[in-house]
């Protein structure tokens, strides 16, 4: 089936989302929308998906004019959706929800599960998806999650899949097989949207690629151009994709993790006997599929775990038992992986953000009151030095982009006298523009001496900004490799196959 | 955390919101004014034959009331000299001055993200160890009176203080400590009331004996009139809040921790130390609510000594948004419908609980923005 957009505009207030977009997806084509965070691609797809009606514009399925006024109407024209955040039930096995919303029944209004069943059967077959269609889906794999997710799309007949951001959640092997799935299904005579801002993957499968830059169409390539170019087009610049760092220049080993072992609140042990050691001028990657152990990792060494045991040190002191003010005060410059959740006061000015950990100290204070001067001077200082884009300085944190919201919380860290840079996932939804700049600046602190853990979830990201890499899986450390490891290896690793 | 979000949602309300919610309760206001009056009842039984006696009834008994609450509240254009005109614009600001206090305390702990209902509970403990003070210490006024006014700061700071002590030490829930501490400052109120501790040893009833003369906060405009010293106090606190939250250390964690803890606490903030001092600087507000009262206004400890002043704080804390010059507004609205309610009730027979209703209604409004947008067909406000 042909989807074509013509010339769809839709806006909130005074904010353009999509401004005149025109597109066509032919049928059996993998079509790529790429582009940055907030270049309008999910709304664009919320609008072809029914959630949004488009202000000006119509939409067409095999050139036949639709009208949506809601997701039930795209549905029933032939237009599947794959959440980024699936929409299933934990508790029901995968034929109970992939029947979920037009449940077949049998005469007297019973349940025909038999049939979804067998339906689930078929098309797992047909595809490889390798589904039993008793699972309970929540006990299933993430990876295996989302093709329930393909499954309930195409048992409604869709004809055109959508796929937002699909590879955010996937392990490097779960994405490649997502890969040659799609393939599959266009080979099958689907039309595949295929929303990323991913490029490898986009070279990897994309037919077509249309490039979104706020909310306009700036062009569409081909996949064999090269990922410089597309992120050009992406971010409206040259950029360079590249992490440029030379060699580290090794210091003494400045933080120490022996024996390291963490429980949660419920008592189930999270970090089994972890043994780290990051040298001054050096960044040590911690990579891994989230959820193994990082984030505990991290909340360990911040102060913010309270059941552990073994050692932590930092220049010789222990870690382990101090409050995070004092570990703070120890020179930990922290980084945290949610940046809105722990990184940031939403409501607060830039301005106040940019003082959140160093409120009760000089030179921001005299006496009981805040200096309000020396706030604003530190701020305009901090604007400029991080290239903050912003109205001003009082500004809500929360009126920023994401890149900006984590150039302020950078700029925060990176202003004190560190002995140690924690990173979590420094660029997590960040466009390519400001990946680049964080990157720069972590690296630029590990050249000024600072030894540096960030923790990655993405292969790319591990590979260029380490100079080794330790994998974690299962609340373990796997194995710690040189960053010219081979994808294949890493994933395996990741995977807790090797 | 939800009682957080909606203490956040309401606190975002919009000047326009808060002035459409006041206005809308005092026309339902009107409404019950109307319903209730005998004359708009016989008159409206025979609406369809002379609809101009309805009308004309409904007028009278709604400008009436309200005209009677503005004689009672603002201005007394009937009085017969200037001073005595202007007395009720001073039972006002007389009114006012605990509802602000107590607000300006709830206000605190609100910015700072803690729903601090127990403020019944932190002016009973201000009024009680002020008074005890007052009553009892033997000392010049000099002394005395700083040491009461003091004692009262100590009491609601100790009460509220020990509110957030439980919830940082065990993670107690403060809408339900705070609730429950009211119950028992009331009762141990009522207790000690009955017992020599403070009791009056001529008195048969539940009640002190007088505080001592030097004790007093003193009167303004002299007998005759309500307003005292504590007023001036109670603006000096407005000033107080006001650098406290916007230009103070202490007042940057304390919106930190209330806008997301999370955040504050990764910054190094200490949690549960904020919780105590938000808890402790809003129940001494409160507490100086609870010294204004019995050092300026009642002299003698009852077991009314907090009135309802408690509960009305929390109406205007809310209502003024829990900025410090919002929170002196709202006060002054509400003790302006309370002196009000009094000439209201004596020249036009309306009962005062009206008021309590309107004022109930403002908080629903504020409560229920959608409510007064849906009335008053107000945009929905567009998130930046």
Known sequence: MKLELRGVTKRFGALTANDNVSIVVEAGEIHCLLGENGAGKSTLMNVVYGLYQADEGEILLD????????????????????????????????????????????????????????????????????????????????????????????????????????????????????????????????????????????????????????????????????????????????????????????GKDAFKMAGLSAWNDQGTQVLFDIDLEVREGEILVIAGVQGNGQTELTEVILGNHARTSGSVTLDGKELLGKSIKQILDLGLGFVPEDRTQDGLVGEFTIAENLILDQSDRAPF????????????????????????????????????????????????????????????????????????????????????????IIVATELDEATQLGDRIAVMYRGKVVGIVPADTSRTVLGQMMAGVA | MKANRILKEILGTSAAMTFFAVLASLLFGGVLIAIANENVQTTFSYF????????????????????????????????????????????????????????????????????????????????????????????????????????????????????????????????IVTIMFNYIAIYLLGYLLKTPILKAPESLN????????????????????????????????????????????????????????????????????????VMAVSGALSGIAGASQILGTERVLTTGVAASYGIDAITVALLGRSKPLGVLAAGILFGALRAGAVTMQANQGVPSEIVLIVQSMIVLFIAAPPLVRAIFRLPKAVKA
């Open chain 2, 206 to 277: 539940p009640v002190s004996s007088p505080v001592q003369e030097g004790a007093k906060f003193p009167l303004i405009f002299g007998e005759g009139y309500r307003l005292h010293y504590g007023f001036f106090l109670m603006l000096a606190a407005v000033a107080l809040v006001w650098w406290l939250l916007n230009r103070s250390t202490l007042g940057f964690q304390f919106r930190a921790l209330g806008h997301n803890p999370d955040a504050a606490k990764v910054a190094g903030i200490n949690i549960g130390l904020t919780y105590i001092l």
């Open chain 1, 365 to 452: 204070v005299k006496g009981p009151s805040i200096r309000q001067d020396v706030v604003k001077a530190n701020a305009q200082e901090k604007l400029k030095q991080f290239d903050i884009r912003a109205q001003s300085i009082d500004s809500t944190a929360s009126q920023l982009s994401g890149g900006n919201q984590q150039k302020v919380v950078l700029a925060r860290e990176l202003s004190r006298d560190l002995r140690l840079l924690v990173a979590s996932q420094p660029t997590r939804g960040l466009d390519v523009g400001s990946i680049e700049f964080v990157h720069e600046q972590i690296v630029s602190a590990r050249d000024s001496g600072i030894p540096v």
């Open chain 1, 63 to 250: 050139d036949k004019v639709q009208k949506f006024s809601g997701p039930g109407d795209a549905m029933a024209a032939g237009i599947g959706m794959v959440h980024q955040h699936f929409m299933l039930i934990p508790v029901f096995t995968v034929a109970e929800n992939v029947i979920l919303g037009h449940e077949p029944v049998k005469f007297g209004g019973v349940l025909n599960l038999a049939k979804a069943r067998d339906k689930v059967r078929e098309l797992s077959a047909r595809f490889g998806f390798d589904l039993d269609p008793d699972a309970i889906v929540g006990e299933l794999p993430v990876g295996v999650q989302q093709r329930v997710e393909i499954i309930k799309a195409l048992i409604s007949d869709a004809k055109v899949l959508v796929f937002d951001e699909p590879t955010a959640v996937l392990t490097p092997q779960e994405t490649d097989e997502l890969m040659a799935i799609m393939k599959q299904l266009r080979d099958a005579g689907h039309s595949i949207v295929f929303i990323t801002h991913k490029l490898r993957e986009v070279k990897e499968v994309a037919d077509k690629i249309t490039v979104l830059r706020l909310g306009k169409v700036v062009g569409e390539a081909s996949p064999s151009a090269s990922a410089a170019e597309l992120a050009s087009m992406m971010v409206g610049r040259a950029v360079d994709l590249d992490v440029n760092k030379s060699a580290p220049k090794l």
């Open chain 2, 48 to 175: 369809f034959s002379r609809p101009g006696d309805a009308l004309g009834a409904l007028w009278n008994a709604v400008a009436g009331a309200y005209d009677a609450m503005f004689r009672g509240a603002i201005y007394n254009y009937r009085a017969p000299n200037f001073g005595l005109a202007i007395r009720p614009i001073t039972d006002t600001l007389a009114f006012s001055t605990p509802i602000v206090l107590a607000g300006l305390g709830l206000a605190v702990a609100f910015r700072s993200g803690l729903f601090n209902i127990g403020a019944t509970g932190q002016i009973i403990f201000g009024a009680m160890l002020s008074g005890w003070v007052a009553i009892y210490v033997d000392a010049p006024g000099y002394v005395l009176f700083p040491l009461a006014v003091l004692a009262g700061i100590v009491g609601g700071g100790l009460w509220g203080g020990l509110v957030g002590l439980l919830k940082s030490s065990t993670g107690a829930n403060e809408v």
